[in-house]
């Protein structure tokens, strides 16, 4: 008899309905207070208390229940019986995209500002964690994606009171904090649809309702921020979703919902740049050139890169000469933008990193009873990939709390059928 054959059991009757499944899973009603620490985390970083709740900042209320969580996961690691998973590969992976990060601040342009930079990347990475071991049931996975959903009101509100009072950068709208930026803001939501979608065919009709409503608050947020690669993560989105999910039939009908959706949303297009007229749109000639400049971050730094975060810093040395622009530029590509910051040593875990996660939701999707969520999840890290071609969001909180809700859903899914065989 193999080992595996002789651990407990028991019956998840969810993603599982009756297939045995490891013990390993939480116990059903038992939730972890590092789990409920996570969620709180997550509305503070939706909802960037410190922009909103600016008396909120003295006290420092994310840092605080950051701090809670790590001590709660350490404590129930160590006296309350839980296993720390590593994820392996992907956690190792993550580790040595982090390793790489490092050795890009001993060659920065600007040490400080990489160092900056690398410790927050080192909390995302924390956060990874945090949602492969909270992820031990169905339910916990299904709290997170809608703490998720609920979150991303704030900025596609905020974006929208912005745009309705005109608050506008260049005819754009956006929020504040980390949701500043209206590209940023644009694939946040994007890659929440897929999300929502997977939650409403799990849910009874009220919660319907509301999942609806929320889908219809992102598509306006991202409409008005006039982001092109939010819209071109739309259709890729919606475009896998449909396709993995529906019959031929459906399909056919619901594609052609999403063609008519965008035709209608170009026409209404207020930007002074939409995808006509590329080589005479000057917004497209400078991400031409962020990308150009990333490039060449890249060959005169081809293992450490200029250093993480760094890119904006560099610019002036590798801007092209004659292009119009009101001040430095990041890289526009996440791509190109992992090579000119960090290197080979950082570039090439960055991307296994995503790459697995792409595998494992595929795989997951692969399973009948959790096809649902493994269609969701590989659809909306589809959908970081389309926006990150336009924008870069190495330092950005989303791939990371992805891929680790993508490395909780394979361990329940795949990885007991596995140890089964």
């Known amino acids: 008899m193999t080992e595996a054959s002789t651990r407990p059991v028991l019956l998840e009757r969810s993603w599982f309905k009756d297939r045995a499944v490891s013990t390993d899973t939480e116990p059903s009603g038992s939730t972890p207070l590092s789990y409920w620490l996570l969620i709180v985390f997550l509305v503070l970083l939706y909802a960037n208390t410190p922009f909103i709740l600016p008396a909120a900042d003295i006290v420092h209320p994310a840092a605080l229940v950051g701090g809670g969580a790590l001590l709660a996961l350490l404590a129930e690691n160590l006296f309350g019986g839980r296993k720390f998973i590593a994820a392996w590969p992907e956690g190792g992976i993550l580790l040595a995209f982090l390793g790489g990060a490092a050795l890009s601040c001993l060659t920065a342009l600007w040490p400080g500002h990489a160092v900056d930079a690398l410790s927050d990347l080192a909390k995302m990475?924390?956060?990874?964690?945090?949602?492969?071991n909270a992820g031990r049931s169905d339910r916990l996975v299904r709290g997170v994606m809608w703490t998720m959903v609920v979150g991303g009101l704030f900025p596609a509100i905020g974006t929208l009171r912005n745009y309705h009072a005109g608050n506008l950068q260049e005819?754009?709208?956006a929020w504040v904090g980390i949701f500043a930026n209206p590209n940023e803001v644009a694939y946040s939501l994007v890659i929440l649809l897929p999300l929502a979608a997977y939650l409403a065919m799990r849910s009874g009709w009220l919660?319907?309702?509301?999942?609806?409503?929320?889908s219809v608050l992102y598509l306006l947020a991202t409409f008005v921020t006039f982001s092109r690669g939010g819209l071109v993560g739309i259709a890729v989105v919606g475009s896998i979703f449909v396709w993995r999910?529906?019959?031929v039939g459906m399909r056919f009908l619901l594609l052609a919902v999403l063609v008519c959706g965008l035709i209608f949303a170009g026409r209404y297009w207020s930007r002074g740049e939409d995808f006509s007229h590329l080589d005479n749109d000057v917004?497209?000639?400078q991400r031409i050139a962020t990308s150009q400049a990333g490039w060449g971050m890249f060959m005169d730094h081809p293992l450490t890169g200029v250093g993480l975060g760094c890119s904006v810093i560099a610019w002036p040395l590798y801007a092209p000469q004659g292009l119009y622009t009101r001040g430095a530029l990041v890289t526009h590509n996440t791509v190109?933008?992992?090579?000119?910051?960090?290197?080979?040593?950082?570039?090439i875990p960055f991307l296994l990193f995503l790459a697995f996660g792409i595998s494992r939701a595929r795989r997951v999707a692969r399973q009948p009873?959790?096809?649902?969520?493994?269609?969701?999840?590989e659809a909306a890290l589809w959908g970081l990939v389309a926006c990150g071609m336009s924008g870069g969001y190495v330092l950005t909180w989303f791939p990371y709390l992805l891929l680790g809700l993508t490395s909780a859903a394979y361990r329940m899914t795949v990885e007991p059928v596995e140890e089964s065989e």
């Not at 919660?207 to 929320?214: D, S, V």
């Open 125 to 132: 990475s924390l956060v990874y964690f945090f949602l492969v």
């Open 171 to 173: 005819g754009r709208a």
């Open 207 to 214: 919660a319907r309702m509301f999942l609806a409503g929320a």
């Open 245 to 247: 999910t529906f019959g």
């Open 283 to 285: 917004s497209f000639q």
């Open 336 to 347: 190109i933008q992992v090579f000119g910051e960090t290197g080979l040593l950082g570039a």
């Open 369 to 377: 009873e959790a096809r649902g969520i493994g269609v969701a999840l």
